[in-house]
Each structure stands twice: as structure tokens, then as C-alpha cells.
């Protein structure tokens, strides 16, 4: 059929369950062949397939069941491998070939690791990666040194061989070729033997093992059997000092027998075979040996045994045993005992012991104890931590206030006691059975807690982890505000004292001032406000005069005399008004005699005021005065008019403020302490016992005194002052609560240190332990106790804690059976090598009986339990060991000897009496100890001494005024050399190991500026301005000194404050004398009148609340409103009318406009006579904006700068601002003009504002020193360190740079175990076979540098250290060797590990790790026998750090043909690593041969140079050398590191994987072909650059001629003939080019 039924993809797994009950859906489709859609009926419904299926529904929480397993990467495979048809390239290049990796991938359930459906853990996260590409390394083949020179040849005589040897450098790796051969060896004859060669050599086998005779287990089960029946017939002895001494004897005889159960020791023999051996290896008859004296075939042995262990004990409890969340494993341990000590040289015992992690178990698991910090209550804010060093407040810090500075203390405690101790309570009772289990509390376990009114106890701060609180925090100490007052107001009238008592006829007058300010405390803190003089005849009402009507002549005439009314108001004694009615009984000032002048009398003005009294008092020698003046506004017409009066009667004077000078006032005290309220004292007595610190508790009472003072005088009676302003003397006050001390328990004792010295003595050591107080006393509360800090002798334990090896004496020297040496020709029986053994326990220091599981924690390595002996025999000399050298009585002078003795018979045998052979005493020179001192290293940093410096163990304690600088110590260490220059202790130089040298630290000088200066007056005279202080800069800050303040960007030693300020406009104003006479200019002499000029003195004065008082400076007043000192005017002639002064123009209604007008009227002062006119009375003239209207409004001023209290420092201010009435002009005018009009003031004058503190950086004390970097040596250092408590804030002093200190430790020699150089293979008595090598473990001291030179000193100091080489516990004095027999072909020993070698591929960014290898060579002696030679070894192991090297073909020499070798990149020759490409073409096929360095014969027989190196070729076309070329490096398109993650293939002795990339291609120029002629681009280049210089010489000639053609034209203009000509390019981009012939020919034409 045409048409197949296509499945479509499997929709989403639908259900209503989790898990695998659920289904899914698909679509299933008839298509034709050619992709169209047909019906189902065209398609076999057989092979339809299903489109509905069971599935597993996924939900979230299935992510914590199912997860992917990932498997292991397989091996990398070529992609070649897996490409079809695909070729694999024949060579390896770039470091390897490219691979893919694959895995393993699936989803597995995670609590059994059963399979599951992909599709589950798709669900949450995406298939993890199938495959990766890699990298098949190239083979590595085997890389080995140079050869050795050959050896001597191995006969003196006859036909031998001569050896050379070479190492494996690196192993063959990744499937390289093998190691080639090591040894190479070559015939030699030094010349035929005269006599007969030596055929046959003795040659010793090995030791077989150690077995025990069939009878000796027998044998020694007799002899107990034995001992035992003895020591109970002995047993009848009852005397008690000799069974005692039995006893011991049993005791001492018991531990030296090798009974003890951790110790089975057995001695029994061994043997080994002697042969005679050819010399081309065969086994011949012993006869043929020369006959000697045979070494021993039999000998005494230890049976070796191994360790024997119990099984593992249970695991002990865990060391986790509470819950807790951030930490919730510990470990548990299990051990195990040693059953059987390993003997002889049975196998070693494995670790006893063994740790595993765990987790406390069961139901209940407590919380684990938990620590937190806490703190003490905050200290009184303090300023004077604030204050920098020049503040002169510093000696006075009274009345300081702002910002401050508190501290508290740290410490850390328990958090959980309470919580904890209650559970250890609920399971006691428990286990006591007086609850029952079933039963719950009634209250919750953590509510159940009661917390009394106690502090936790501290412990060691090391306990609390996590950030520790502040230490410090800026505080606030409220500045007080002082009371402010206004200026005395003006005198009032006389009135009564109480105007409803009006008895007497005593009066006063008051004056009183306002507060202008919100003061601290209160207004009651202010000064007095009132001021009060006695005066007769008071009143408390009376009539006030307002203004007087115009003059009205009397008889209704129309000049002459007349009167004026009065116009008057009622007012009380403050001025306000009041009802007439109240002013009654006194009668209303009568009307004033005035005179209309008539048309012939003089006119005069109207008085002025009166001017300001003279005196504020009057006394006996003091009145005041006030005066008034008019003046002349036209004269009299001769006859028939009125008179102007004299001079002198143009003023008046009258006597003003005639009241005594004797003021009053009432003066208060301070308020005295806040007491008890005897009248409330019982209803406070339940709030005494509110808890301290909730606030006040009770209400009482202050009191102050109040006394009539007279001013200047002092205390008077009461009575003088009046009573209504009176103060009060007792006002209400709040008690604070008293304030008991709180203090923490004491701490726990601070753990006893080490109390035992290092030769186990008991020292006696002190503990301690502290208390902190978290509050202080305070309002009487309970003071603290004095003591804070405890100590006590530490309980010493009689013995010192620790264990040692006991060794006891060596058994007897056992020899082998009789039975076994009799064979042996020439053996005596009783005497010869043997063994002995000793027994060995585990003491305490004290010396009593210890369990050996102690010492093999606690003690050193176990002493040796048995050694070789030599039993002498009877013909033996035997003599007693060396005594120790004699004492010197002084080092370089006389001589210390030693001596033995003969023992036993031998005193008696003349060969023993031979002191050649047999030396008795050995005599030497006493050492030379001289030693030399000498410093070593560098100085120290400058350290502070540190007397008086406490150790805290629980509180952070803040620094305050700590030392930080002044004369300190730098140390530099000492090192102490003796005569062979080998490290000693410094003692022996007798010094204490330092030099010592006085340093400063330079203390830190803070910026110094000059007090502030004195405020400038306000800028303005009228409104707001500015007024300024400043600064200046006395002294920069040095040695991390306190920096300066923002400084001037002008004047940089200046530093400016600048707040606004608020001048009255009425402060100042212009006072205008009376008009003087007139001066008439056109003087008519009958009648004084016509144009004149009258003139008055104008004068800035200080007004005051009772007006002008005294003359200033005329700046100080506006210049705008002064007004006129002259004028010119007609002076009014007789009968004509005469008006007064024009009046003040009425003011311009708002808003101005021409529209509106402004108006000023006069009156008429002397009608005109008949026929004559008066001028108009009134005038007017329209508004004009900025002429004579104005607009108002306000301005406000930008915000000052933080203004704090002159005794603050720092911390809270107000910023404030002013508000201006401004003319619409831009004038400041007094704010009545805006008052007046209402305008809204929207405006906050005043906002907080604060002033960052200088907070000095505050540091912690110094930690203790560290232990020293390095136990010995002469390079270790000790450190200490501080942190930042508080960092620097403001202008505060800045952190110093030092945060850590180091000083040199005590040189201390370094001592070390070391072994000597092996021996030579030793033999006894004969030529070859198996022997020993032996070498020795000595004690060497050096300095612990690297480079430093080691030498040999006495055992004895090394004493202390641990008994191992290198780390090695394992000691190895001697060791089995073969020593080869003549004529046998033998391996060398093993040569040294080569260095460590990097196997990597640069190129490609590669790295398979680092290795090193050693080998043995095969060494022949005999021709012979080469075919008899062993296999050559090597082995390898991985290294760190190794070096990468390539490796290069070399040819050169004068050889024909010439040398070719293998280098690598560090200039060694070798053999292998090189690439497996044909070496460089032997220079013969060249001629002349290609000798010159860099140079190598072609295959076209032509000299070329090495990549990199261009060929210079003689005159005669020969090469003459190869010069190097520059290098361009020109990256190839393939050139994209990594964008494919590789790996490195596997090598199972190479675990590294790295990332390689790829290197691009390196192009060099080369200008000579292979023929050695230039190639034909040189010549195009060279072509290409002299066309070039041919243009740039046109192009200048061109531009020298345009210029001279220029010149000549414009000669005139001499400014253009410069010889520059200028292009102008794109965008105006301009070059310009002077041509220096146009310059010479500018002078010459100049010149002609």
C-alpha cells in the first residue's frame, strides 16, 4: 500500500493520582507516501499503533525520591573509531589524538537505587550529558640520561668488560616504546695473565628462617617445673624480712624473664648455605675454595611472631550528645588491644584505634549548650573622648554637652542555663521516680523558666561565635538652652502695688523685659524680669494724651488767641485702654492756649516732640531732661503785627524721669535637690518598690530662696520690692529610683595550666576567675563590692601525668645448640655469637607499674628486647665497657680520659696484658668550645613596652586613651655559632637570644586651627544677611593626626562659618535737628522775606525702646532715608498766608498704577491780608511702581549651617533660616510693611539638624603573641594582631595602617634524626654472596633554612625528639645485599629518583600530571656469562611541581659525519622524547658541510637555517651565518580555545585532567629562498618604497614652489610669506607644511 499509519507524539501524563496509575494519549494518522493526509481506511488497521498507554504521573515532591545516577566516564575512544569508513591518522600531532567519552545515565529511585522512568526525573531537571570529547595522548616513550664513563675494566689481567650505565628519566607512558637497553659494555685485556686466574670464590647464601629445636619447648617446661617445686619448699621461711626480701627478688627476677603476655619470645636458630662457585656462575665442590676460615652456617635467632589484636570493641558513645543544628555530627571510637607484640621481624601491629562520624540517637536528645553574647549597661555619655588634642575644653569638661561617646563591655554566657538545667531536673526526677512519664508540666517547658533580677555567669569569650556586639555608640547630652531676654522696655507710670488695694499712697514704677527664647528648666531659671522704683502719688488709671484739635481763636475770631482740645483716651498702668469711666475721679487735661497768627504776626511752627530723656533716673546730682523746639516760618510786617519771639524762646526744657535712681528687683537661688514631699511621703511609699531603671518614682519637692535686692547695693527687706512679680520658692519635682549595683557571678576558675616542668617536676600554678558589673549604682542605690577578680593556688597532683618504657636487664647470651655448631670445624662450645633478650614495661614518671596500652598512646617507641652477643670464649680477653670521659676542669685546656679493666682470667694472660691490642684508657684533648655571636634577620616592628597590660579573659574592654605611641623596642634575634660553626643554643653565647634597640612611634599631632574669631557684624544694616567667623590653619595633621576640615578652595589655611543674621531696620535712623533760621538770599530790607535757604544738622543715631539715644556711623543708616540737610524756599513775605510743612503723602492703594494717586495736605498757619491767595493745601501725584509704591512680600534665607552650643562639640543643632520683607524694588525694609498687608508665612524657621561626631578610631588591645611560625631555626616569627572596635567617623583620627606586629622568635638549633650513608656490602671472611649494609642514625643540627648547611652533634640533642627520619618511624640501620662473586653479572643498586617531569603538551594547553622514575642497571664482569644477566628494572610514581620539558634534534661537530643527538629544553642530552621523525639529514650530502650554528643540510643539498633563523649568505654564496628573524604569530581560523570541554584520556598512574586548547599557525618572513638568493617579493617591496620616497620628494618640491610664487606676490604682506603651506582635508582636518628655502628667501628679499 501507498499509504502508512503515522503515531504523533505522546501527550502529557494526565491522572488523578501520583505515581504510575497514569495515562497518556497520542494521535494516530493515515498519510500517503508522499506526506498528504488520507483517510483511515486506506491504511491496515492491523499495524495501527496504540495511541493510549499507562504512564507515571510526576508531582513535585517525587524530586526528594528520584534523582540521576551518573556513571563513570568510559575510556576515551577516537572519533575515528565511531566514524564509519573513517581513517585513523597514521601520526600523533598536537599532543593527542581527538576522543569521546560516554556514560551511563538514568533515573533511579534514591532509596534503593532501583531504575525508574527518564521521564520522572526530566520532569525536574534535563538529561544530564551522554558523552564528552577528550583527548588521546601520543605515546610517551621512555626518555633515559647520557651514559656513565665507562668503568675500569673487571680483570687485571685476561679478557673482561668495561661497563656504562645510563637512568630512566622518564617511563614509557600512554603505549610509548619501551626503555632501550641501560647498560653497554665492551671487551677489554689489560694483558695476558703470568699466572693462574682465580677460578673459584666462597660465596654465602641467606639466612633460611628461624625455626625452634623439637625439644626445647619440652626442656623449658621442666625447668619451671623445677623452679616451682624449689620456691615452694622455700616457701617455709618465716621470718617476714626475708620472705619479703624473696618476695622482691621474685618480683625483679619474674620482669626480667620474658614472660609476659604482650611478649612471647623465642630464640632459636637459623642456617645458610656456603658454596664454591666458577666463575661463569656453576655450583663446584667446596674443596676447590682455597681453604680459609669459614664464616658461620648456623646462628642464634628470635622467632619472629606477628601482631596479634582482640577484636573491636563496641563504638563508644557518641561525642555529639545533644542536638544541634549548625554543627550535628560528631565522632565516636572504638579500640582494640594488642594481644602479641610483634617479635623479631614479624609484621607490625595496625592503628589500635579508629574514628567514625555519628549522630546522637534516641528519642529526647537535649539541645546542645548554646553561647551568646551579652553586654553591660552603657556608661555615661562622655565628650571628652570626642575632644581633639588642642581643645582647650579638655582641661575643663565641665558643662560639656552635645555629642558624646559611651562605652560598655562584652561578655559572653550561657543562653541556654536555664533551659538546660530545668531538663536535667525533669529527668532526675524521673529516675527518682516522683513524677510519672505520662505526666506533662503544667506550664511549658521553656515558659516554666523563671529569670530573676540576675546576670548569667560569663565564661571565655571563645565560646560565642558570631558578630560581637558595639562596644561604643555616640550618645547625647542635651545642651542647656540659655534663657534669653528682651531690652528693659520703657518706664511705667506710678501705680499702685494691688490697684483693688489702694490704702496706700505708696506707688511704683515698673520696667519690665520678655523671655525671647524657650530656655532650659523653664522660665524659672531666667534672670529677673521685672525692675521696680518707689514713687509717690500711683495711680492705676489715667488719661492719655492722643493728639491736640487745631487751634481755634476764641470770640470767633479769625486770628488771634485761642484754645486747642485735647483729645484723650483712659489707660491703665500697662498703657492698654480702658473705660472712661475709670479715669473719672481724675479730671481730663483742660484745652491748650494756642494763637492764631494774623495776616501781620509772626508765624511759628508747631512744637516738635520731645526728644529722649537725658537720664533714665534722677538723683541728687542726675535729672533728666527732655527739650522741644520750633522755629520762625515768617515774620512780622513791621509794625501793627506780633513780635517773633527771641532765640531762647524757641526750646523748651522740662525735667523728665524725675523717679529715684534706687531700682528693686526680686533675685532667686538655684533649686536645691529634689526631697521627699513630707505631705505625700505616705502615699509614696508603695511605689519604693518598683524595680531600678523604670523611671521616676515618687513626687517631691525643691525648694530655693527669693530675696529683694537693690541694684548695685544687695539684699534688702522684702518689703521693698513689690509683691505681684514675686517668684515662687517651692516647686514639684520627680525622685529618681535608686539603683542598686548588678553584677554577673563569678566565672567559672579558669583551668589550672600545666603543672608539671619538662623533667616531670610538679609546679605550682595559679587560677582565677572574675565577676563583671553590668550596672552601676546610682541615686543611692547599693554600691558594688570591691573585689572583681579572684585567684588560688592550683591543687598539684603528687604524681605528673605521663608514661615511659621501662627496660630491664639483658638475659643471659644464648647460643645455638651444641647439637647444631658441633659440624662446624673448629667451634667452641661454650662461647661464641649469640642472642639475648630483656623484658620490657610500662611505668609511670614516678616509676609505678602502668597499663602498656598507656605508653603505646602516651610514650616513645618501644626499646629494642633483644641484640646480638658474643660470649668469650676462655682464650678471649674480656674487659669491662668504656667508662665516661673524665670532667674538664675548662674548655681548650688539659685532657679527659676513659678506662676499662681486664675481667676474670684475663688479668692473668700476658696477650691481654698487651696494651697495644688491649688499650685501658684512652686519653683526648677537652673539647674546644668557642662561640660566636651575631645578629641575624631583620629589625622587628617598633613594640610598646607592655607594663600594666591586663589580660581580659571574658569582657572586650574598649580603648580609651591607650598608649599608642611614644619610645618602644624593635628586637632582632641572635644566633650563637661554636667553633665548627654549628648552631648552638644562645645561652651559650650568654644571651637571652634579642638584640634590643630604643624606636619611637611617632604619637599623631591632629590638624590645629586658631580659636574662632569674633563674629562679623551682620552684613546687612536692615533685613537679613550674613555674618562670619573663621578659622585658620595653625598646623597640618602628620602621623595619622585628626584631618583638617574642608578648608577654603581659595585660601587653603582658612576654614569659614557663616549663619544668617537679622538686622532691625529700626535699629538705626536718621534724627533731623529743627531747620536753622533763614538765610535770605534776596532779602527785602523792610520786610525779611523772599527766596532763602534754611539748613539742619542730619545724624545716624542707635534707636532704642526709648528712642534715639546716641550718635553712630552714618553707614549704618539707610542713605536712601536720610533726609534733606538743606533746602531752598521763599520765606512768606508780611500779610501773605503762610501754610505749615507739607504732611506725609498718603499711601498708593495695592496694586499699583498710574490709575491710582497719592496725596499730602497742609493747613494754613496765617491767613493772607486781604486781596492775596493761599496756595493749594493739598498736592497730589499718581502712583508709580518702584517710584513711590511698592510692593512687598517675603523672602526667606537658605538654610545656616548646624549651629551647635558653644560647649557642645558635636551632635544635635538647629539649622535656621530668616524671613525678609522685601520691596518690590529688591530692598530690605522692616517687616511691618509685609505685617501689615497679612501675608502668609508658610515657612519652618527652625529644623534639627546634627553634627557628625569626630569619633576617633578605636582599636582592640593587643592579641597575645602567637606561637612562633617555626619550632627552630633562624627564620621564625611571632605575631599579634588587633582589630578595628569602632572604625573613624567625622573628623575623628583614621585607623592606623598597623594591625598586626611581628618579632623575631629565639633561635633555637634544629635538631633531626638523619641517616648516614650506607656501607658497603659486608661479607664475612670471603668474596661474595649474601651479607649486610649497614649505616647509622645520628643527630644532626642545622638552622632550618633551605640551603642551610647540616652537621653531626650529640646523640643526647635529640633526645626529646620522636625517633623517626623524615617523618619515617620505621628505623632501618641495615639491610640484606649481595655482594656479586667474580665473574657474576649482577643489578646495580637503585639509581636516585630522576626529577620531576611534567607530562604535558603546550601546544594544546595539556597536562597529564608530573612523574619520576629510578632504574637498575645490569652490570657484567665475565663475557661469558652475559646471557646469565638478570632483566633491567625501573619503576615510577607520581610527583608535584614538575617541570615541562620539549625535546629538540641537535647536529653539529667536526666529525664526518657529523653528531646527531636528543636535547631537552633544560640543555640535558638524552636519549628518546624526541620526535619519531627521521634526525636532521647528515651534513655530508652538503658541500662544503653545513657547520655553522642554527644550520642543517637540505634535501636539496643546500645549508639552511633552523625555523626561526634567516640565512646570510657570503660574497661567495656560501652560508656565513643564521641570523634570527622577528616572529609573526598569525592565529589560525580553527584558533577558539575552549568551546569543546576535553579531558585528558585515562592513564591509571596519571590522574589529572585538564583543559587543552589549540595553538594557531607561525609564519615567518623570510627573505631568502631555498637556493639562498632573495625572493622575488624583497624586490617588490623594495620597488614599492622608492616609488614612494619619489612622490614625497615631488610633493615637497611642489609645495616649496607654491610657496616662493606666493612670497613674491604678496611681498608686502610679510606676515604671509612664512613658506607654510596648509591642505585642508576632510572635515576640515588641516596639515600644514613650512618650506625652509621660503624662509631663507624671505630673509634675503627682507634684507635687499
Not at 152 to 158: A, E, I, N, Q, V
Not at 973 to 997: F, K, P, W
Not at 1553 to 1564: A, E, K
Amino acid at each position: 500500500m501507498a499509504d502508512v499509519l503515522l503515531p504523533g507524539p505522546w501527550g502529557r501524563c494526565m491522572g488523578s493520582d501520583c505515581g504510575p496509575g497514569g495515562s497518556q494519549s497520542r494521535a494516530v494518522w493515515c498519510a500517503h507516501v508522499e506526506g498528504w493526509t488520507t483517510l483511515h481506511t486506506n491504511c491496515n488497521q492491523s499495524q495501527r499503533p496504540s495511541n493510549q498507554r499507562n504512564c507515571f504521573r510526576v508531582c513535585d515532591w517525587h524530586k526528594d525520591l528520584y534523582d540521576w545516577s551518573l556513571g563513570a566516564w568510559n575510556q576515551c575512544v577516537p572519533v575515528s573509531a565511531r566514524t564509519f569508513g573513517a581513517q585513523r591518522p597514521a601520526s600523533c600531532s598536537g599532543g593527542g589524538e581527538e576522543g569521546i567519552q560516554t556514560r551511563e545515565v538514568g533515573c533511579v529511585l534514591k532509596a534503593d537505587g532501583s531504575p525508574a522512568e527518564d521521564v520522572i526525573c526530566e520532569y525536574f531537571e534535563p538529561t544530564p550529558r551522554l558523552e564528552q570529547a577528550c583527548l588521546i595522548p601520543c605515546p610517551q616513550d621512555c626518555v633515559v640520561s647520557q651514559y656513565s664513563p665507562w668503568t675500569s675494566c673487571s680483570k687485571t689481567c685476561g679478557t673482561g668488560l668495561r661497563n656504562r650505565v645510563r637512568s630512566v628519566l622518564v617511563p614509557p607512558l600512554f603505549g610509548g616504546s619501551l626503555c632501550p637497553n641501560l647498560t653497554e659494555f665492551q671487551s677489554c685485556k689489560l694483558g695476558p695473565c703470568t699466572g693462574p686466574e682465580g677460578m673459584f670464590s666462597l660465596r654465602v647464601g641467606s639466612w633460611n628462617p628461624c625455626t625452634l629445636l623439637e625439644t626445647r619447648t619440652r626442656r623449658q617446661a621442666k625447668r619451671r617445673k623445677g623452679k616451682g617445686q624449689g620456691l615452694r619448699e622455700r616457701a617455709g621461711v618465716k621470718d617476714p624480712e626475708t620472705r619479703e626480701l624473696i618476695q622482691k627478688k621474685r618480683t625483679r627476677n619474674r620482669l626480667n624473664r620474658q614472660e609476659s603476655p604482650f611478649w612471647d619470645i623465642q630464640v632459636g636458630y637459623q642456617t645458610r648455605d656456603v658454596d664454591c662457585i666458577h666463575r661463569n656462575g656453576s655450583a663446584m665442590s667446596r674443596s676447590l675454595c682455597s681453604q680459609r676460615e669459614l664464616p658461620l652456617t648456623v646462628q642464634s635467632c628470635v622467632l619472629p611472631k606477628d601482631c596479634q589484636l582482640t577484636d573491636w570493641v563496641q563504638w563508644g558513645s557518641c561525642s555529639k550528645a545533644c542536638a544541634d543544628a549548625d554543627s550535628p555530627r560528631g565522632n565516636r571510637t572504638r579500640g582494640r588491644q594488642v594481644l602479641q607484640f610483634p617479635v623479631g621481624e614479624g609484621e607490625e601491629c595496625p592503628p589500635l584505634e579508629e574514628v567514625e562520624p555519628c549522630e546522637p540517637v534516641g528519642e529526647g536528645v537535649p539541645p546542645c549548650t548554646a553561647f551568646t553574647w551579652r553586654t553591660t549597661e552603657w556608661s555615661d555619655c562622655r565628650i571628652d573622648l570626642l575632644l581633639s588634642q588642642q581643645d582647650r575644653r579638655r582641661s575643663n569638661l565641665t558643662g560639656l554637652c552635645g555629642g558624646g561617646l559611651q562605652t560598655r563591655e562584652v561578655y559572653c554566657v550561657q543562653a541556654n542555663a536555664e533551659l538546660l538545667q530545668y531538663l536535667s531536673d525533669l529527668r532526675e526526677k524521673d529516675k527518682a521516680g516522683q513524677t510519672q512519664r505520662q505526666q506533662k508540666p503544667s506550664v511549658p517547658p521553656l515558659l516554666s523558666i523563671t529569670f530573676q533580677i540576675t546576670a548569667s555567669r560569663p565564661v571565655e569569650n571563645r565560646l560565642c561565635q558570631g558578630p560581637v556586639p558595639n562596644t561604643s555608640q555616640l550618645c547625647q547630652v542635651p545642651c542647656p538652652i540659655d534663657c534669653q531676654v528682651s531690652p528693659w522696655g520703657a518706664w511705667g507710670p506710678c501705680t499702685f502695688e494691688n490697684c483693688d488695694d489702694q490704702a496706700g499712697k505708696k506707688g511704683f514704677k515698673l520696667r519690665k523685659r520678655r523671655i525671647i527664647n524657650e530656655p532650659t528648666g523653664g522660665p524659672e531659671n531666667c534672670p529677673h524680669l521685672v525692675e521696680a522704683v518707689a514713687c509717690d502719688e500711683p495711680s492705676c488709671f489715667d488719661w492719655q494724651l492722643v493728639g491736640l484739635d487745631q487751634c481755634v481763636p476764641s470770640e470767633e475770631k479769625p486770628c488771634g488767641p485761642g484754645t486747642q482740645l485735647a483729645q484723650v483716651r483712659c489707660v491703665n498702668s500697662s498703657g492698654e485702654p480702658v473705660d472712661t469711666s475709670l479715669c473719672s475721679p481724675a479730671s481730663p487735661p483742660e484745652p491748650v492756649a494756642c494763637e492764631v497768627p494774623c495776616s501781620r504776626d509772626c508765624v511759628l511752627s508747631d512744637w516738635t516732640p520731645w526728644s529722649t530723656c537725658s537720664q533714665t533716673c534722677s538723683g541728687k546730682n542726675v535729672e533728666g531732661k527732655q527739650m522741644r523746639t520750633r522755629s520762625i516760618l515768617a515774620y512780622n510786617a513791621g509794625e501793627g503785627g506780633v513780635l517773633c519771639p527771641n532765640s531762647s524762646s524757641l526750646q523748651e526744657v522740662r525735667n523728665c524721669n524725675e523717679h529715684a535712681c534706687t531700682v528693686y528687683h526680686w533675685q532667686t537661688g538655684l533649686w536645691g535637690q529634689c526631697t521627699d514631699d513630707p505631705s505625700t511621703s505616705n502615699t509614696n511609699a508603695s511605689a519604693a518598690a518598683r524595680p531600678a531603671g523604670l523611671g521616676s518614682c515618687s513626687t517631691g519637692i525643691q525648694t530655693r530662696k527669693v530675696i529683694c535686692v537693690r541694684v548695685s547695693v544687695g539684699q534688702v527687706p522684702p518689703k521693698k520690692c513689690p509683691e505681684g512679680p514675686r517668684p515662687s520658692t517651692v516647686r514639684p519635682c520627680q525622685l529618681p529610683c535608686k539603683k542598686d549595683c548588678i553584677m554577673t557571678p563569678f566565672s567559672d576558675w579558669t583551668p589550672c595550666p600545666a603543672t608539671c616542668d619538662a623533667a616531670g617536676n610538679t609546679v605550682k600554678k595559679k587560677q582565677t576567675r572574675k565577676r563583671l558589673v553590668i550596672q552601676q549604682p546610682s541615686n543611692g542605690g547599693q554600691e558594688c563590692p570591691e573585689v572583681l577578680e579572684e585567684e588560688k593556688e592550683c591543687e598539684v597532683s603528687k604524681i605528673c601525668p605521663g608514661f615511659r618504657w621501662k627496660s630491664h636487664k639483658w638475659r643471659k647470651c644464648q647460643l645455638v645448640p651444641w647439637s647444631l655448631r658441633q659440624t662446624s670445624p673448629g667451634v667452641p662450645e661454650t662461647c661464641g655469637p649469640g642472642i639475648q633478650t630483656r623484658a620490657v614495661s610500662c611505668r609511670q614518671l614516678d616509676g609505678t607499674q602502668a597499663d602498656i596500652n598507656e605508653c603505646l598512646k602516651f610514650a616513645k617507641a618501644v626499646p629494642a628486647i633483644s641484640q646480638r652477643c658474643q660470649l668469650p670464649c676462655q682464650d678471649d680477653c674480656q674487659l669491662t665497657n668504656w667508662s665516661k670521659f673524665s670532667s674538664c676542669t675548662a674548655d681548650c685546656v688539659g685532657v679527659r680520659t676513659r678506662k676499662r679493666a681486664l675481667i676474670g682470667r684475663s688479668k692473668k694472660k700476658d696477650k691481654c696484658k698487651n696494651t697495644q691490642m688491649y688499650p685501658l684508657s684512652e686519653t683526648q684533648y677537652c673539647p674546644c668550645d668557642k662561640y660566636n655571636a651575631q645578629p641575624v634577620g631583620n629589625w622587628s616592628d617598633c613594640i610598646l613596652p607592655e607594663a600594666g597590660r591586663a589580660e581580659s579573659l571574658l569582657g572586650l574592654k574598649v580603648q580609651g586613651d591607650v598608649k599608642e605611641c611614644g619610645q618602644g623596642y624593635r628586637y632582632q634575634a641572635m644566633v650563637c655559632y661554636d667553633q665548627d660553626s654549628r648552631l648552638v643554643e644562645t645561652s651559650r653565647c650568654n644571651s637571652h637570644g634579642y638584640i634590643e634597640e630604643a624606636c619611637i612611634i611617632p604619637c599623631p599631632s591632629d590638624c590645629k586651627l586658631s580659636e574662632w574669631s569674633n563674629w562679623s557684624r551682620c552684613s546687612k544694616s536692615c533685613g537679613s544677611g550674613v555674618k562670619v567667623r573663621s578659622k585658620w590653619l595653625r598646623e597640618k595633621p602628620y602621623n595619622g593626626g585628626r584631618p583638617c576640615p574642608k578648608l577654603d578652595h581659595i585660601n587653603q589655611a582658612q576654614v569659614y562659618e557663616v549663619v544668617p543674621c537679622q538686622s532691625d531696620c529700626n535699629q538705626y535712623v536718621w534724627v533731623a535737628e529743627p531747620w536753622s533760621v533763614w538765610k535770605v538770599s534776596n532779602v527785602d530790607l523792610k520786610e525779611n522775606c523772599g527766596e532763602g535757604v534754611q539748613t539742619r544738622k542730619v545724624r545716624c543715631m542707635l534707636n532704642t525702646i526709648d528712642g534715639p539715644s546716641e550718635s553712630v556711623e552714618d553707614y549704618l543708616c539707610d542713605p536712601e532715608e536720610m533726609p534733606l540737610g538743606a533746602r531752598e524756599s521763599r520765606l512768606p513775605c508780611p500779610e501773605d498766608c503762610v501754610l505749615n510743612d507739607w504732611g506725609t503723602w498718603s499711601r498708593c492703594s495695592l496694586p499699583c498704577t498710574r490709575i491710582n494717586s497719592r496725596v499730602r495736605t497742609a493747613y494754613i498757619l496765617r491767613p493772607p491780608s486781604v486781596g492775596r491767595q493761599c496756595p493749594e493745601t493739598s498736592d497730589k501725584e499718581p502712583c508709580s511702581l518702584n517710584l513711590n509704591c511698592f510692593n512687598y512680600f517675603y523672602n526667606i534665607t537658605e538654610w545656616s549651617t548646624c549651629q551647635l552650643s558653644p560647649s557642645a562639640v558635636c551632635g544635635s543643632g538647629i539649622k535656621t533660616r530668616m524671613l525678609d520683607c522685601v520691596r518690590s524694588d529688591g530692598k530690605s525694609v522692616d517687616m511691618k510693611f509685609c505685617e501689615e498687608l497679612s501675608l502668609e508665612k508658610r515657612w519652618q524657621m527652625n529644623i534639627s539638624c546634627t553634627v557628625e561626631c569626630p569619633v576617633n578610631c578605636q582599636l582592640s588591645e593587643w592579641s597575645s603573641w602567637s606561637e612562633c611560625s617555626q619550632t627552630c631555626g633562624l627564620e621564625g616569627k611571632m605575631w599579634r594582631q588587633r582589630t578595628v572596635v569602632q572604625a573613624s567617623r567625622g573628623d575623628g583620627r583614621p585607623c592606623p595602617p598597623q594591625m598586626e606586629q611581628w618579632k623575631p622568635c629565639p633561635v633555637r638549633p634544629c635538631y633531626r634524626w638523619q641517616y648516614g650513608s650506607w656501607s658497603e656490602c659486608r661479607v664475612e671472611s670471603v668474596v661474595c654472596g649474601h651479607g649486610t649494609r649497614y649505616r647509622n642514625l645520628s643527630c644532626f643540627v642545622s638552622d632550618g633554612s633551605s640551603g642551610g648547611e647540616s652537621g653531626a652533634v650529640d646523640e643526647e640533642l635529640c633526645g626529646s625528639l620522636e625517633l623517626a627520619v623524615d617523618g619515617d618511624k620505621q628505623i632501618l640501620l641495615s639491610e640484606a645485599c649481595t655482594l656479586p662473586c667474580p665473574g657474576e653479572c649482577y643489578l646495580m643498586e637503585w639509581s636516585d629518583w630522576s626529577s620531576c617531569v611534567n607530562i604535558c603538551v603546550k601546544e594544546a594547553g595539556v597536562d597529564f600530571g608530573s612523574v619520576q622514575a629510578r632504574s637498575r642497571a645490569v652490570l657484567a664482569q665475565e663475557p661469558e656469562n652475559l646471557q646469565l644477566c638478570p632483566d633491567q628494572m625501573w619503576e615510577s610514581q607520581p610527583c608535584t611541581s614538575g617541570e615541562c620539558y620539549k625535546y629538540r634534534w641537535f647536529s653539529g661537530g667536526n666529525s664526518t659525519p657529523p653528531v646527531t643527538w636528543c636535547q631537552r629544553s633544560d640543555g640535558l642530552n638524552v636519549t628518546g622524547g624526541c620526535p619519531a621523525v627521521a634526525p636532521p639529514v647528515d651534513n655530508s650530502s652538503c658541500d662544503p658541510p653545513c657547520l655553522k650554528p642554527r644550520s642543517f643540510c637540505s634535501e636539496a643539498g643546500v645549508c639552511m637555517c633552523d625555523e626561526g633563523f634567516t640565512e646570510v649568505l657570503a660574497p661567495t654564496g656560501q652560508l656565513d651565518q643564521c641570523a634570527p628573524i622577528p616572529i609573526l604569530e598569525i592565529p589560525s581560523a580553527g584558533d577558539k580555545k575552549g568551546d569543546v570541554k576535553t579531558s585528558r584520556a585515562i592513564n591509571p598512574t596519571l590522574p589529572t585532567t585538564t583543559l587543552p586548547g589549540r595553538t594557531g599557525r607561525t609564519w615567518y618572513l623570510q627573505p631568502y629562498g631555498p637556493d639562498g638568493k632573495l625572493k622575488m617579493w624583497v624586490y617588490g617591496v623594495a620597488a614599492g618604497a622608492f616609488v614612494l620616497l619619489i612622490f614625497i620628494v615631488s610633493m615637497i618640491y611642489l609645495a616649496c614652489s607654491y610657496c616662493a610664487k606666493v612670497h613674491r606676490s604678496l611681498k608686502a604682506q610679510e606676515s604671509g610669506a612664512n613658506g607654510t603651506t596648509v591642505w585642508a582635508g576632510q572635515n576640515a582636518h588641516e596639515m600644514s607644511y613650512t618650506c625652509p628655502d621660503c624662509q631663507e628667501l624671505d630673509q634675503t628679499d627682507n634684507s635687499g
